[in-house]
Nanobody, 128 residues
Framework: QVQLEESGGGSVQAGGSRELSCLASGIPFSMYAAIWVRQAPGKDREFVAAISRNGFMKNYDDSVKGRFTVRKDNAKNTVYLQTTDQKPEDTAVYYC?????????????????????WGQGTQVTVSS
């Protein structure tokens, strides 16, 4: 059974930082690319960051570029999202998702519909 479990959410003041984690089980995580997505109240889910299965290639939404960093530790079956300089508009539930990738050289996909397995999400609230 495939499971993704996010953790690390919570409350932070504007300008602060958090590290979100997503632990995968039931899959050979080194064969899977991963994505972070967020959903603010009343809005659709939106792409935040994606990472290739080997962790070498990364892709970010413009709204977080330079502030958020995604990384993948296949030995720990975990993908991380380090957030810095957070803004109130970063307030959302953050989800991770993953999909099987045959080639290690594929650029990480920012299309949410392409991802097969999803976690339950972790809430991040940024106060001004």
């Amino acid at each position: 059974q495939v499971q993704l479990e996010e953790s690390g959410g919570g409350s932070v003041q504007a300008g602060g930082s958090r590290e979100l984690s997503c632990l995968a089980s039931g899959i050979p995580f080194s064969m899977y690319a991963a994505i972070w997505v967020r959903q603010a109240p009343g809005k659709d889910r939106e792409f935040v960051a994606a990472i290739s299965r080997n962790g070498f290639m990364k892709n970010y939404d413009d709204s977080v570029k330079g502030r958020f960093t995604v990384r993948k530790d296949n030995a720990k079956n975990t993908v991380y999202l380090q957030t810095t300089d957070q803004k109130p508009e970063d307030t959302a539930v953050y989800y991770c998702a993953t999909k099987l990738i045959v080639s290690a050289t594929v650029v990480p996909d920012d299309n949410l519909s392409k991802y097969d397995y999803w976690g339950q999400g972790t809430q991040v609230t940024v106060s001004s």
